[in-house]
Nanobody, 121 residues
Framework: QVQLVESGGGLVQAGGSLRLSCVAS????????MGWYRQAPGKQRELVAG???????NYADSVKGRFTISRDNARNTVYLQMNGLKPEDTAVYYC???????????????WGQGTQVTVST
């Protein structure tokens, strides 16, 4: 089995910062792309930031210049540093990873359980 466990969410004032972490564990052979998504109440889940195994990144226009995604391949961990938070960043943030499990020869998409980020005015 494979698990993704997020941490680091919480309540912060506008202009503040938070750092989200997501650790993948279990029978992992290798991890391809990793990313962070978010879903606000009444809205669809959207991509916030993604990172390849080689370190190439992409961001939603709404977070460019404020958020930074990074990963530690040795620890199977992806991070999201969020600076300059705005009330519109309020959402449940989900970690996502494309993982090949040991003995399985193709990628499956895995999701974390989500962590709440609330930005107050």
């Amino acid at each position: 089995q494979v698990q993704l466990v997020e941490s680091g969410g919480g309540l912060v004032q506008a202009g503040g910062s938070l750092r989200l972490s997501c650790v993948a564990s279990g029978s992992i052979d290798r991890i391809n792309d990793m990313g962070w998504y978010r879903q606000a109440p009444g809205k669809q889940r959207e991509l916030v930031a993604g990172i390849t195994s080689g370190g190439s990144t992409n961001y939603a226009d709404s977070v460019k210049g404020r958020f930074t995604i990074s990963r530690d391949n040795a620890r199977n961990t992806v991070y999201l540093q969020m600076n300059g938070l705005k009330p519109e960043d309020t959402a449940v943030y989900y970690c996502n990873a494309e993982i090949v499990r040991i003995g399985i020869h193709h990628y499956f998409n895995f999701w974390g359980q989500g962590t709440q980020v609330t930005v107050s005015t």
